[in-house]
């Protein structure tokens, strides 16, 4: 069973930047899409980003595109999103997620495995 852990969450002024690790135990991590996804409580989850299996393709929610990189490293079984440009509305519960399909273009409408999510606040 793949289990996933996010790191790097906390409290950013807005314009700052946050880089988070979802780091992978269990399984090896290059035979899942990963993404991350967000969640404010009391709304929907929104899908922010995800990269295939070998990391040649990568896709952005337009919320993020610009200013988010998604990016994996298969030796480390770890997976990052460099968050820069913040702003306040991107506050939320971040979750890093995998899928064992591979999806070309576009990220996974479901993921198989979820982490338990690390919370982003930005704020002066």
């Known amino acids: 069973q793949l289990q996933l852990v996010e790191f790097g969450g906390g409290l950013v002024q807005p314009g700052g930047s946050l880089r988070l690790s979802c780091a992978a135990s269990?399984?090896?991590?290059?035979?899942?899409?990963v993404g991350w996804s967000r969640q404010v409580p009391g709304r929907e989850r929104e899908g922010v980003s995800c990269?295939?299996?070998?990391?040649?393709?990568?896709n952005y929610a337009d919320s993020v595109k610009g200013r988010f990189t998604i990016s994996r490293d298969n030796a480390k079984i770890t997976v990052y999103l460099q968050m820069d440009s913040l702003k306040p509305e991107d506050t939320a519960i971040y979750y890093c997620a995998a899928d064992v399909e591979s999806w070309p273009g576009s990220c996974p409408p479901e993921y198989d495995y979820w982490g338990q999510g690390t919370q982003v606040t930005v704020s002066s």
């Open positions: 269990g399984l090896t991590l290059d035979d899942y899409t």
């Open positions: 990269i295939s299996r070998t990391g040649d393709t990568t």
